[in-house]
């Protein structure tokens, strides 16, 4: 069958593509960015799409052309500045389900979420529920699948749980007793081939959940397990606590946490995983079988222990810069500042221009690092600056090589730093 992909560059829209592929299908598959991934998938075609504002059927008509199925895996777990609820859960994929109307396309496939029901209360789930309510509504077949928490390589649930279960104690949401009933991502895959393989003969909502519900603190245990680390202690962090720093990181914008999130695991994941069974004949795998099946790599702990240290290491280096132009232009004494430079061959208005000068490049380029801002050519400007210091002073300067502080070797192992960082950061530009 011909069919449209939404979401497909994301964790299950990626596994959803090869999966249909593997199983004979021709995609279209709707990006943002097509000419990042054509390469990766020559056999796709891949359609340009926004769906921060694609909110007019009119939009999706010409990309439906000869589409048999449609299913839309788009999603996100968190709000950005450029990426809203309404527009990416509900506008858009109501757009996009009109549309597929208006061509007499029957068969459309949701990937909503467990918990956009009628108890809905977050957000997120308020406006997956939306589009699920109209596209029931609609003269068309439609599958609305509601997964539970995805487990599986890759997924961004599975990589924070990760790094959670690789620290040294495993930091826990009260007492960790939130009830969670996570699903692989390969039961997912099968359940979407099911219907594919043959579609019911009304519209219906399957819920997708493994096959028992487990508390956070055994979901954390389990994967620690699974990474091959040793037993370790649990720290249970009080309630309270964690809805302060889930309030705080509302504004600040980093990481999964917020009250929201917050709330949806103190609500708890969990559904009944026998309809999935009795309408596809899947029957979802334990989470403890799930890892099993697919035994970590010594990169899946490495990405797990890394991932905390990721971060760190970028707000380091950018204090570091920062700091640096701060004693630079206001805290060293200016007269040994003016000495250096003297020695560098250095003096007259040239002294206090290049002094105050690269104290300030300094503090833009710390400023810069810290908060993210084009860290590629943040990060050429540093080794640029680093080597050009080093180089001056080793002409001007030789001794300082040998001083006992490693005022001039400290920049060997900062120069490794800040490549790793570069590598580190998702988004270098």
């Known amino acids: 069958m011909q069919i449209l992909l939404t979401g497909a560059t994301g964790f299950i829209g990626q596994h959803l593509l090869s999966a249909l592929l593997a199983d004979g299908h021709q995609i279209v598959a709707c990006v943002r960015q097509p000419e990042r991934w054509q390469g990766r998938f020559p056999k796709v075609k891949w359609m340009r799409c926004d769906y921060k504002k694609d909110h007019d059927p009119l939009v999706w008509l010409p990309r439906l052309s000869n589409i048999d199925v449609v299913i839309n895996a788009v999603g996100i777990i968190r709000e950005t500045r450029g990426q809203r609820f309404e527009d990416l859960h509900t506008h858009t994929p109501v757009a996009l389900f009109q549309a597929a109307e208006q061509l007499g396309i029957r068969k459309i496939i949701q990937i909503s979420a467990l918990g956009a029901d009628e108890q809905a209360e977050s957000a997120y789930h308020l406006s997956k529920r939306a589009a699920d309510q109209v596209l029931l509504g609609l003269n068309v077949d439609a599958v609305i699948l509601q997964p539970s928490i995805v487990i599986g390589r890759g997924g961004g649930s599975t990589i924070l749980f990760s790094a959670l279960a690789a620290l040294p104690w495993i930091p826990l949401i009260g007492q960790g007793e939130q009830r969670l009933q996570p699903i692989a991502i390969e039961d997912v895959k099968a359940c979407v081939l099911a219907q594919l393989h043959?579609?019911?003969?009304?519209?219906?909502?399957?819920?997708?959940?493994?096959?028992?519900?487990?508390?956070?603190?055994?979901?954390?245990?389990?994967?620690?397990?699974?990474?091959?680390?040793?037993?370790?202690?649990?720290?249970?962090?009080?309630?309270?606590?964690?809805?302060?720093?889930?309030?705080?990181?509302?504004?600040?914008?980093?990481?999964?946490?917020?009250?929201?999130?917050?709330?949806?695991?103190?609500?708890?994941?969990?559904?009944?995983?026998?309809?999935?069974?009795?309408?596809?004949?899947?029957?979802?795998?334990?989470?403890?079988?799930?890892?099993?099946?697919?035994?970590?790599?010594?990169?899946?702990?490495?990405?797990?222990?890394?991932?905390?240290?990721?971060?760190?290491?970028?707000?380091?280096?950018?204090?570091?810069?920062?700091?640096?132009?701060?004693?630079?232009?206001?805290?060293?004494?200016?007269?040994?500042?003016y000495q250096l430079l003297a020695a560098a061959g250095i003096s007259g208005i040239w002294a206090p221009f290049l002094l105050y000068s690269a104290s300030a490049l300094d503090g833009l380029l710390g400023i810069a690092t810290l908060i993210g801002y084009r860290i590629r050519i943040v990060v050429g400007l540093q080794l640029l600056v680093m080597l050009s210091y080093m180089v001056i002073i080793s002409w001007a300067l030789p001794g300082l090589w040998f001083h006992p502080f490693g005022a001039i070797t400290k920049n060997v192992p900062l120069i490794v730093a800040t490549l790793i960082m570069l590598v580190f950061e998702k988004k270098p530009f």
Not at 262 to 285: E, F, H, S, W, Y
Not at 298 to 305: K, V
Request: net charge neutral; with cysteine; aromatic share 10%.
């Open 198 to 337: 043959q579609w019911p003969r009304n519209s219906q909502r399957l819920e997708l959940v493994g096959a028992e519900a487990v508390t956070f603190s055994q979901l954390l245990i389990d994967i620690r397990t699974w990474l091959g680390l040793r037993p370790t202690a649990t720290w249970p962090i009080p309630i309270l606590f964690m809805r302060l720093f889930a309030k705080i990181n509302d504004w600040l914008g980093i990481g999964p946490l917020t009250s929201e999130s917050l709330a949806m695991l103190q609500r708890g994941n969990c559904g009944d995983p026998a309809p999935l069974t009795a309408v596809t004949g899947i029957k979802p795998r334990p989470v403890e079988a799930s890892l099993q099946n697919s035994p970590a790599s010594m990169a899946d702990l490495e990405q797990a222990q890394l991932f905390f240290l990721r971060p760190l290491l970028r707000l380091s280096i950018g204090f570091l810069w920062l700091f640096t132009g701060i004693v630079s232009a206001f805290l060293y004494p200016v007269e040994e500042s």
